[in-house]
C-alpha cells in the first residue's frame, strides 16, 4: 500500500556505517540480501496485528497485501525489484500491460495462457470480472478499497453480484468480456492511474461457483503459489503449495518455501525475541520491532547488519472527526495541533528511527510532496501553549474542553502516542480520555461514521500509506468526500470539500508529472483546515532472521517482499 520506502536514518551516514563494519544494516532497503533460488523450508511470519480480511476485495492492511502476494494473482502487479522499480505495474494474469484507446477511456486487457484456479480451472476474463463486481456489494463485503465503484459504476448503481438481475451475474456494464480471453474497461473518463487500480487485489478472479460471500475471506480460492490450507481469526494461517500455479506463467512470484505459517501475538515482546533468536523468520506487520528489542538491535553489530530501517511510506497521525464537537470548529482543531508535543510524540513512538517528525499529510516519496511544507511549526519539536491557548479562546473554550482519543489496544506505540498528547493537551485545560479498541475491528469502530459520533471520538490515532504510488493514492481515501462509506470509511475527518474533490477528478485525467502539483495543493488546502496532526513520517526498524533469502523492501508495499522469499537450504 505504500508509496516511499527510502534507506534508513540518514543515507550516507548508514553506507558508512555498513562500509566500515562490513555489515548490511539497512541493505535490504537499497537492494536484495541472499540472492537465491533455492527451495525448501517453512517460513514463519507473526504479527502482533491479525488480518483484516483474507478476501481479496475486503483486505486492506497493508501488510494484507503483502500476505496476498502468495495466494492471489491480479491482472496486473507490483513488480518483484526493490527501489523505484517496485512501484511499476506489469502484466501479471495479463499477458500484457492493457491496450489504451478511446483518448484515454477503454483499457483492453487479455489474459495469458495457462493461468488457472487451485483446482486447475481455467481463468476466464467472466472470472475477473466477477471479482470486480464484488467490490460493489458493500454492504457483504465491507472494508476494501472502493476505487473501482468510483471509477466504473457511472450511475448505473450497481449493487453487486449478490443482488445482480443478471443470470450469469455480469451486470456491471462498463466491463465486458467479449471472449473468455478478453476482458474491456469502459472509462467515463480518462484517468491516468487506472493501471494502479488493476494491480490491487480487488482486481483479482473469483469463481462465482465457490463464493461464499463473506464467509469467502475464511478460504479464499488461490491464483498464486500458495492456497490456504487453514485460517482462524485471531490464531492465525498456514498456506501451501498450489500444486497448479505453473511459475512459467508468473515472472513476480519465486514460491520457494514449502510452506508459510502466520501467527497472530498478543506478546510483541516475545515475538521479538523469537525473532532475534530465530524461532521465527519475520514480523509481518512492518512496524517494527518493540524498544527493547530495538535497543538490544541497534548496541550489537552482528544483529544490527540484519535489521534495516527504511521510510515505510506511512504518516502516523490524529485525526479530527469534525461532525464531533467541539472539533467541528477549525480553532478548536487548531488548539490540539498547537498544544501537542511533537519531540514527546516522536519518543512515544520509538525515536527518531520510529521516523521523521511530521509535518503534513503527504509522505516523502509520493509524486506531489513536499517534507519541508510545516505552517503548524510541527518541526520545531516543541509545544506552542501560548498559541494553543489563543486558539482556544478564538473557539469558544477559554478553559478546555473534554474529549476522547480513540485508538487500537494493540499498537503499543500508538497507545504511547495518545498518552503523549494526552498530557500536553491537559496542561491548556483539554481533558482527553483515552479508549483503546480491538485494532481488528477497526473497519466497524472508527471506520463507522455513526459509532464515531456516539462515542464522542474527537481524536483518532491512526496510520495510513499509499494505496499506489500517486497523491490520490495517498490522499483521495483519506479527504475525498465521495470516500466516505458506513463502514469501512478512512476519512475519518469527514471531510466533503467541493474543491478538493474537484481537484481530484482534474488530477485524474492528467500523466502522473503532470498531476503531482495537483496533490501538492490539495495537501495544503487539507493542512489549512487543520483536520489533522502529523507525528511522522514513518520509518520502521525491521530485523529479519538471517536465513532468508531474496530479501529487499518493496515500495509499493513498504515492506519485505513475500513474493520472492525463500529460505537458506
Known amino acids: 500500500m505504500t508509496a516511499a520506502c527510502g534507506g534508513g536514518g540518514d543515507k550516507k551516514d548508514d553506507k558508512a556505517d555498513a562500509a566500515e563494519s562490513g555489515k548490511g544494516y539497512s541493505g535490504a532497503a537499497d537492494g536484495v540480501i541472499n540472492a537465491s533460488d533455492a527451495k525448501g523450508g517453512e517460513l514463519k511470519l507473526w504479527s502482533p496485528q491479525d488480518v483484516d480480511y483474507l478476501d481479496p476485495a475486503r483486505a486492506y492492511y497493508g501488510f494484507v497485501w503483502d500476505i496476498q502476494r502468495l495466494y492471489v494473482r491480479s491482472l496486473l502487479a507490483y513488480d518483484a525489484k ?21 483518448d484515454g477511456k477503454t483499457y483492453t486487457v487479455k489474459l495469458k495462457d495457462g493461468v488457472k484456479f487451485e483446482d486447475g ?3 476466464t476474463s467472466k472470472d475477473v470480472k466477477y471479482g470486480i463486481e464484488r467490490v460493489f456489494a458493500q454492504d457483504v463485503l465491507s472494508g476494501g478499497p472502493t476505487y473501482l465503484i468510483d471509477v466504473l459504476d457511472q450511475g448505473q448503481k450497481y449493487p453487486g453480484p449478490y443482488k445482480d438481475t443478471d443470470p450469469d451475474k455480469m451486470g456491471l456494464k462498463s466491463v465486458q468480456t467479449p471472449d473468455d480471453k478478453t476482458i474491456v474497461f469502459n472509462l467515463a473518463n480518462p484517468n491516468a492511474d487506472f493501471n494502479y487500480l488493476l494491480a490491487m487485489p480487488t482486481s483479482s478472479p473469483v469463481p462465482v461457483g465457490k463464493d461464499t460471500g463473506a464467509t469467502y475471506t475464511n478460504k479464499p480460492v488461490s491464483t498464486g503459489p500458495y492456497k490456504v490450507e487453514s485460517f482462524t481469526a485471531g490464531k492465525g494461517a498456514t498456506f501451501v503449495r498450489n500444486e497448479n500455479w505453473d511459475p512459467k506463467t508468473d515472472p513476480i512470484r519465486k514460491g520457494l518455501p514449502d510452506k508459510v505459517s502466520f501467527t497472530v501475538t498478543t506478546n510483541p515482546d516475545d515475538m521479538d525475541q523469537r525473532l532475534l533468536s530465530g524461532d521465527i523468520d519475520l514480523a509481518i506487520d512492518g512496524t517494527g520491532v518493540q524498544q527493547a528489542a530495538k535497543n538490544k538491535i541497534l548496541k550489537d553489530a552482528n544483529l544490527k547488519k540484519n535489521a534495516d530501517n527504511p521510510f515505510t511510506g506511512y504518516i502516523r497521525y490524529f485525526a479530527f472527526p469534525t461532525t464531533v464537537a467541539p472539533f467541528d470548529n477549525i480553532e478548536c482543531r487548531k488548539a490540539v495541533i498547537y498544544a501537542a508535543d511533537p519531540k514527546s510524540l516522536q519518543t512515544a513512538r520509538g525515536g527518531p528511527t520510529s521516523g521523521d517528525l511530521g509535518a503534513n499529510m503527504l509522505p516523502p516519496g509520493v509524486p506531489g510532496s513536499d517534507k519541508a511544507y510545516d505552517p503548524f511549526g510541527l518541526t520545531k519539536g516543541k509545544s506552542q501553549e501560548a498559541k494553543a491557548k489563543e486558539a482556544l479562546k478564538a473557539c469558544g473554550k477559554p ?20 498518552e503523549s498528547l494526552q498530557a500536553s493537551l491537559a496542561k491548556v485545560g483539554i481533558k482527553a480520555t483515552i479508549d483503546q479498541f480491538d485494532g481488528k475491528l477497526s473497519s466497524s469502530v472508527i471506520g463507522s461514521p455513526e459509532n ?19 497523491g490520490s493514492g495517498f490522499l483521495q481515501p483519506l479527504v475525498d468526500g465521495s470516500f466516505i462509506l458506513p463502514n469501512g470509511n478512512n476519512n475519518y475527518t469527514m471531510i466533503n470539500d467541493p474543491e478538493i474533490n474537484g481537484l481530484f477528478k482534474t488530477a485524474a485525467t492528467k500523466t502522473p508529472e503532470e498531476a503531482a502539483p495537483f496533490y501538492t495543493q490539495i495537501n495544503q488546502k487539507v493542512m489549512e483546515k487543520a483536520l489533522y496532526l502529523p507525528i511522522n513520517f514513518d520509518k520502521a526498524l525491521v530485523y529479519h532472521n538471517p536465513r532468508l533469502t531474496n530479501v529487499y523492501f518493496n515500495e509499493s508495499f513498504g515492506k519485505i517482499d513475500l513474493a520472492t522469499v525463500g529460505i537458506k537450504q
Open 399 to 418: 478553559d478546555g474542553f473534554e474529549t476522547t482519543i480513540a485508538v487500537r489496544n494493540n499498537k503499543a506505540p500508538e497507545v504511547k502516542t495518545a
Open 121 to 123: 480451472t481455467p481463468i
Open 82 to 102: 526493490p527501489g523505484k522499480d517496485g512501484t511499476k505495474a506489469v502484466p501479471d494474469l495479463a499477458e500484457a500491460l492493457p491496450v489504451v484507446s478511446n
Open 452 to 470: 464515531v459520533k456516539k462515542k464522542n471520538y474527537g481524536i483518532i490515532v491512526m496510520g495510513w500509506g499509499a494505496d499506489y504510488n500517486s
